[in-house]
């Protein structure tokens, strides 16, 4: 899933930031949940407020977006044969 891009940044260029294609119903559900996290005391409402106050409202939801995939993906358990 891609939800953020890494931007490129070489002797002062910047290259194209745009986000590639993904899963479009995963990411229209994280993001709405990612803009219902906002007014949490728990990091991702942090997260959320700070990215917010420096790159607004719709940025702020695909980066708590974002973390919130990262953490997802390391608390799914390891496949293992039992």
């Known amino acids: 899933m891609r939800l953020i891009c890494v931007p490129g940044h070489?002797?002062?260029?910047?290259?194209?930031?745009n986000t590639k294609k993904g899963n479009?119903?995963?990411r229209s559900a994280l993001?709405?949940?990612a803009h219902s996290v906002r007014g949490?005391?728990?990091?991702l409402g942090a997260l959320y407020r700070r990215t917010?106050?420096?790159?607004?409202k719709k940025?702020?939801?695909i980066v708590v977006a974002h973390?919130?995939?990262r953490i997802s993906y390391y608390l799914l358990p390891e496949k293992k044969c039992m």
């Open 67 to 69: 973390a919130m995939l």
């Open 24 to 26: 479009k119903y995963l």
């Open 59 to 61: 940025r702020a939801g």
């Open 31 to 33: 993001t709405e949940a």
């Open 10 to 17: 070489s002797a002062g260029n910047r290259k194209s930031a």
């Open 52 to 56: 917010a106050s420096r790159k607004g």
């Open 40 to 43: 949490s005391k728990n990091y």
